[in-house]
């Protein structure tokens, strides 16, 4: 079965950059870790090997591919050390050189990864949403709102859940607390300080964490009070790379959303988070407020990020015994097409676009199947048709014993004889009888009966006839193909 294609189907992971969406204050990048320092800009690409620092009171978020967002906090420098997305899969490493970051990650698809990287500890987080830093005495920090993560320095590896935080102590063990603000950054920049006090025990740490988490949750309950947000509800699913959020909002604060920050004078404010084609799955939006120089979480948002799969056959032509076909839903989203016919496999191919193409039918009538199945979500379609293939050959018909035959008999032996009328219908592809539609023996315009003999040479049939002595009979076979062809033939008997 040959296959053509009018699209590509495969192609590889290639380095992807993320986009600065906010910028507050005094914000600074280099390229690549080898130029200058200079001023970031809103929209500007972060790629490999960049490097972002912010002064005292400054803040950039980056938005990756998939959605996710790094806030860079004030004080602080991070390099994006790796940044790779295909297939719908993203492998991300943020180093935290100083200070610290807020992360918002979306759920990680498997072959994903999205780690972070704090002096000498690693950080790998699964759809999760928290903060991760460097305290500065050189110390690793993380915390969580939501999620999951996993933290590891010389050796020693905690696991850590939502209103959990880690702190690892040079020459300790780590400590590990529970707090309901510990993703908040002002509980994580006062712990931290705790964590640098060589005086300070385990002990005192999560008592100074759970007295800061008290007041915190007081003067947010203080806060959400006075402020709060009402949203535009979300489809429970999507199929485009980017949605619409509509949010209304106590007057005077500034309301954030993935990577944008607005300020709300009372009227409806609108966000439109987006991510790279191919980034399938879940999707939440974590909304962040700030009031009264405070921030605190005012809202949770989700929806599902999901592309219609289909696949169907288009124009059979039995004439050239070919079908189109074509796949939809599958731009930049691996998945495999089967194409069988029967019970059996003809051919798999992967599927990284949306493609269009046809293929060469078997002889005959066959039944074939399409099956297009989506990588990222395990979803199954499938199509079934029964197509005819009846390719134009040079069909002919040849008697047995030519086109004319002279029978001489006695008049002894009667005045009539009755001969078998042997033909074979040539050049039918692989001597299929399925590629004819009919074979017809007519003798003075009746039709006579006609049965499939076996030949060597093509499809063969006997008809019987009757020849009267001193007259000419002429038998005339008609032959129609089922790709329409229609192939004629005569041949003259004569009783002398």
């Known amino acids: 079965?040959?296959?053509?294609?009018?699209?590509?189907?495969?192609?590889?992971?290639?380095?992807?950059?993320?986009?600065?969406?906010?910028?507050?204050?005094?914000?600074?990048?280099?390229?690549?870790?080898?130029?200058?320092?200079?001023?970031?800009?809103?929209?500007?690409?972060?790629?490999?090997?960049?490097?972002?620092?912010?002064?005292?009171?400054?803040?950039?978020?980056?938005?990756?591919?998939?959605?996710?967002?790094?806030?860079?906090?004030?004080?602080?420098?991070?390099?994006?050390a790796q940044?790779?997305?295909?297939?719908?899969?993203?492998?991300?490493?943020?180093?935290?050189?100083?200070?610290?970051?807020r992360f918002d990650a979306q759920k990680q698809k498997e072959g994903s990864s999205f780690k972070f990287k704090t002096g000498t500890a690693t950080c790998s987080i699964r759809g999760t949403d928290g903060i991760v830093g460097v305290t500065k005495g050189g110390q690793s920090i993380g915390s969580l709102n939501?999620?999951?993560?996993?933290?590891?320095?010389?050796?020693?590896?905690?696991?850590?859940?939502?209103?959990?935080?880690?702190?690892f102590r040079k020459g300790k063990a780590p400590v590990v607390g529970e707090a309901k603000n510990a993703g908040d950054p002002e509980f994580m920049k006062q712990v931290a300080e705790v964590v640098d006090?060589?005086?300070?025990?385990?002990?005192?740490?999560?008592?100074?964490?759970?007295?800061?988490?008290?007041?915190?949750?007081?003067?947010?309950a203080d806060l959400r009070a006075k402020y709060s947000c009402k949203f535009d509800p979300l489809p429970a699913v999507i199929d485009t790379n980017g949605i619409k959020i509509g949010?209304?909002?106590?007057?005077?604060?500034?309301?954030?959303?993935?990577?944008?920050?607005?300020?709300?004078?009372?009227?409806?404010?609108?966000?439109?988070?987006?991510?790279?084609?191919?980034?399938f799955g879940d999707k939440k939006f974590v909304v962040m407020c700030t009031a009264e120089k405070k921030m605190f979480e005012c809202g949770r948002l989700s929806t599902a990020y999901k592309v219609e799969h289909d696949v169907g056959f288009g124009?059979?032509?039995?004439?050239?015994?070919?079908?189109?076909?074509?796949?939809?839903?599958?731009?930049e989203n691996k998945g495999s097409l089967k194409l069988f016919v029967g019970d059996s496999l003809m051919k798999q191919l992967t599927l990284n676009v949306d493609t269009n193409g046809v293929f060469n039918l078997l002889p005959g009538t066959n039944t074939y199947k399409l099956i297009a199945e989506s990588g990222d979500v395990q979803e199954v379609n499938a199509v079934s048709r029964t197509l005819k293939c009846y390719p134009a050959t040079e069909v002919a018909i040849e008697f047995k014993g030519g086109n004319h035959?002279?029978?001489?008999?006695?008049?002894?032996?009667?005045?009539?004889?009755?001969?078998?009328?042997?033909?074979?219908?040539?050049?039918?592809?692989?001597?299929?009888?399925?590629?004819?539609?009919?074979?017809?023996?007519?003798?003075?315009?009746?039709?006579?009966?006609?049965?499939?003999?076996?030949?060597?040479?093509?499809?063969?049939?006997?008809?019987?006839?009757?020849?009267?002595?001193?007259?000419?009979?002429?038998?005339?076979?008609?032959?129609?193909?089922?790709?329409?062809?229609?192939?004629?033939?005569?041949?003259?008997?004569?009783?002398?």
């Open 1 to 80: 079965m040959l296959l053509a294609f009018t699209a590509p189907l495969t192609f590889a992971a290639a380095p992807k950059s993320g986009k600065v969406r906010l910028v507050i204050g005094d914000v600074t990048f280099q390229k690549g870790g080898k130029n200058k320092w200079q001023p970031l800009r809103v929209d500007a690409k972060v790629k490999e090997k960049d490097r972002i620092k912010t002064a005292f009171e400054s803040t950039a978020s980056i938005a990756f591919p998939d959605g996710s967002i790094v806030a860079v906090a004030e004080l602080s420098e991070v390099e994006f």
């Open 83 to 101: 940044l790779l997305f295909a297939d719908g899969s993203q492998i991300s490493m943020v180093d935290v050189k100083q200070g610290q970051v």
């Open 146 to 167: 939501s999620g999951a993560m996993d933290m590891e320095q010389d050796g020693q590896k905690v696991s850590i859940g939502a209103n959990q935080f880690v702190a």
């Open 197 to 220: 006090d060589s005086t300070k025990s385990d002990a005192d740490i999560v008592a100074t964490a759970k007295a800061l988490d008290e007041k915190i949750e007081a003067n947010k």
């Open 247 to 279: 949010a209304t909002c106590t007057a005077g604060m500034d309301v954030t959303i993935g990577a944008e920050t607005l300020k709300s004078n009372g009227e409806k404010l609108t966000f439109a988070p987006t991510w790279e084609k191919g980034a």
């Open 315 to 331: 124009q059979n032509n039995e004439g050239n015994c070919t079908v189109a076909f074509f796949t939809h839903g599958y731009e």
């Open 405 to 496: 035959e002279k029978i001489r008999k006695k008049v002894s032996q009667g005045a009539a004889v009755y001969p078998d009328v042997d033909f074979t219908v040539r050049n039918v592809m692989n001597n299929d009888p399925a590629q004819l539609k009919s074979v017809t023996v007519r003798v003075g315009g009746k039709v006579v009966p006609t049965k499939m003999i076996p030949s060597d040479t093509g499809l063969g049939y006997r008809a019987k006839l009757r020849v009267d002595r001193g007259k000419e009979v002429i038998v005339f076979v008609e032959v129609t193909m089922k790709n329409g062809a229609v192939v004629t033939a005569e041949k003259k008997y004569e009783l002398r």
